[in-house]
């Protein structure tokens, strides 16, 4: 049998104090059988819950709460945690820890070992529904996903209040997974350069004014921050959304219109390994932009002559050299499989990522994502995901290609 992807890994398991404390023990056990090597991080709230002396036991280490040991005064350098770590999780996650994560409230050891940590860090929170649904809770979830941490959504289901919703702690084997998966990933496209397009272009019509669409750039930065932690060089043509990435090995590089969308695509695709045509691109442009504010006060309506926008991936397509790989998108409304392999072909692009305006929960400006992968040997379609593991199932195809 293969050894997991978590043998010999270094792992801070932080556990804050909520009921669910006690599915850490068995998440605990499941790495350190996966061969991890495993420190416990728990908060002061967390030992009204499970106890260290069950933790040290199952990890053969002492479990770190405070900032010393009170009797010798030894310290306890979450500096050094955070250096040794090749990942934390901290599960459970509870709605407080979450919030001094998301504003580094450093006052006990788990956060400052956060504040601290050089790797990536996976969050699985657990609370009642109500907390978990409460704006504030939204919010902080939020803001650590903008630092680049992982969320392990908790599952619907029966809660310690007795009440049913949103807040179940995703089960440790299914943490284990995550990891799994995260470290099974880790540096396979190393040396790899990857190019990706995000987000809309705006088309000006008068300096105030422009056409666009709704794309946020979620799907587009997703996919380019899936490539830069599997150790490829990423340039992120983006057009302009709100979303940003914290992750350093991402070069972004943001435009407006398609035509400098373009001009800085064909600078990076010539050395590109891998281009993942992910915006979405104008198809049409006014003719002319008006250099004043166009005023309501005239007597008639304006109308606004369009041009064609040049195609960009079409453009890279007629480019592409042998072992380079081109991926497009496409997003439809109507009879999605035909056009999907419509443009795959047109487009000469190596596999093109369908998604439909139809299925709830994909496409534009949502976090999750329902899609088919199509290319010239068939389809495959995937369940709704959030758009973090749609950029792995993306990454994954396009990598049994390489
Ligand atoms: O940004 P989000 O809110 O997360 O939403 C993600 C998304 C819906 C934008 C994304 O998943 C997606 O579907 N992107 C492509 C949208 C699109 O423009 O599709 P299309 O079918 O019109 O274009 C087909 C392909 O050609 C795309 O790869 C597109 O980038 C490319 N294209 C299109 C027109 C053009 N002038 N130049 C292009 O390169």
């Known amino acids: 049998m293969n050894p997991s992807p978590l043998a010999g890994k270094h792992i801070v398991l932080g556990i804050c104090g ?14 350190i ?19 260290p002396v069950t933790l040290s036991s199952l990890s053969q280490k002492p479990v770190v709460s405070e900032f010393f040991t009170a009797n010798t005064g030894e310290w306890h350098s979450h500096v050094d945690l955070g250096l040794w770590a090749d990942c934390m999780v ?52 939020e803001l650590l996903r903008s630092y680049g ?5 908790p599952e619907t289901g029966y809660l310690a209040s007795g009440l049913t919703g949103k807040g ?24 790899k350069r990857v190019l990706v397009t995000a987000g809309p272009t705006y088309e000006k019509i008068d300096p105030v004014r422009f056409i666009g669409n709704y794309s946020s ?21 983006s057009g302009p959304v709100s979303v940003t990435t914290k992750d350093p090995r991402v070069k972004v590089v943001k435009v407006e219109s398609a035509r400098e969308m373009l001009a800085e695509c064909e600078k990076a695709f010539p050395a590109s390994d891998i281009s993942i045509m992910c915006a979405a691109v104008a198809d049409y442009a006014p003719a002319a932009v008006a250099d004043r504010k166009i005023k309501r006060e ?12 040049p195609d960009i991936a079409a453009t890279l397509g007629a480019r592409k050299k042998p072992g380079q790989i081109l991926a497009g998108f ?25 998604n439909s305006m139809r299925d709830k929960g994909a496409g534009f400006g949502t976090d999750t994502n329902k899609i088919t992968i199509i290319d010239r040997e068939g389809s495959h379609p995937y369940p709704l995901k959030s758009k973090t593991e749609v950029a792995a199932d993306i990454v994954d195809s396009i990598q049994s290609r390489l």
Do not use: W
């Open 18 to 31: 909520g009921i669910a404390a006690y599915k850490s023990v068995s998440l605990l056990r499941l790495l």
């Open 298 to 309: 005239h007597s008639e309506v304006p109308v606004i002559e369009l041009v064609k926008n």
């Open 217 to 237: 750039g979620k799907m587009g930065y997703a996919l380019a921050e899936e490539c830069a932690a599997r150790g490829a060089e990423v340039t992120l043509v």
């Open 149 to 153: 941490n992982t969320i392990i959504e």
């Open 90 to 141: 901290i599960a459970p996650a509870t709605a407080s820890t979450i919030g001094k994560m998301a504003h580094g409230v450093a006052d006990n050891m788990l956060v400052t070992t956060y504040l601290s940590a050089k790797s990536h860090v996976f969050v699985a929170p657990a609370m009642d529904l109500d907390m978990m649904a409460h704006p504030s809770t939204t919010a902080n979830i």
């Open 330 to 354: 496409a997003l439809e409304t109507d009879n999605e499989a035909s056009n999907a392999v419509e443009k795959l072909e047109r487009k000469n692009l190596d596999l093109i990522v369908l």
């Open 33 to 51: 059988k996966a061969g991890a090597e495993v420190q416990v991080v728990i908060t002061p709230a967390g030992k009204q819950f499970i106890t």
């Open 168 to 191: 179940r702690m995703e089960e440790p084997e299914n943490i284990v997974k995550v990891l799994e998966g995260y470290f099974a990933r880790s540096l396979t496209l190393a040396g």
